[in-house]
Every structure is written in C-alpha cells, then in structure tokens.
C-alpha cells in the first residue's frame, strides 16, 4: 500500500504563486511513476504533471494548460513529490490530487485517472483577487 499525503493548499491572487507537496509513504518513491490531478467544480479530472520512468530516470510531462508555468520536482531521498505552480489563473482553481503507480504506462494512457493506482486526499487551490 502507498500512501500520498498533500500538503495544503490556499488561496492565491492572479499572478501569484504556490507550492504543493506530497508526502510518499508505505512505498519508496524512487519504484513509483507519480503525478498530479486537479478537480474544477463540475469539472472532471485534469492530468496536471508527471513523472514517468525511462530508461535510467524519468521523464516529465505536462497538460497543455499548466505547460511553461507549473514545475513538478521530485526528492527520492525525502520520499516527496512537488509541484511548484506559478503565475496562476482564475482557471487554475480546484483540488489538486497526488496520484501514484508502480505500472510504466505509456505517455498517453499515464493522462488518464485509471492509470494511478493510489491517490491523496486532495488539496484545494484557489486562485481569486
């Protein structure tokens, strides 16, 4: 079993920025693919940023959206998973979910809720002036 733990969220003016983290425990976070969601209200799940291993590291990749503003890091050593957002949007609100899996899917498939396998409680991100 994994367990994700996020760190708070908060509220944000446009322009601003945060920083989320996500504690990894019950698995080491260096044998897991790892990602982050978000949730807008009424709105369905939103593949975020992950970490997909290739080769002898990892890859990173990115929904169009966050693209050139959001920046997920990772610390194998601190078991933790980060996602530094900047330069936030009105559009960017909603919970934000770490997500976790032991599978290699490939890039496109790893966008999609059914290729996590353990998931955070979430954290809610606003962004309003």
């Known amino acids: 079993q994994v367990q994700l733990t996020e760190s708070a969220g908060g509220l944000v003016q446009p322009g601003g920025s945060l920083r989320l983290s996500c504690a990894v425990s019950g698995r080491a976070l260096i044998n897991n693919n790892m990602a982050w969601f978000r949730q807008a209200p009424g709105k369905e799940r939103e593949f975020v940023a992950a970490?997909?291993?290739?080769?002898?590291?990892?890859?990173?990749y990115y929904g169009d959206s966050v693209k050139g503003r959001f920046t997920i890091s990772r610390d194998n050593a601190r078991n933790t998973l980060d996602l530094q957002m900047n330069t936030l949007k009105f559009e960017d609100t909603g919970i934000y979910y770490c997500?976790?899996?032991?599978?290699?899917?490939?890039?496109?498939?790893?966008?999609?809720?059914?290729?996590?396998?353990?998931w955070g409680q979430g954290t809610q991100v606003t962004v309003s002036s």
């Open positions: 997500a976790a899996s032991s599978s290699n899917y490939p890039s496109g498939y790893m966008r999609r809720e059914e290729a996590w396998d353990y």
């Open positions: 970490f997909r291993r290739s080769g002898g590291g990892y890859m990173t």
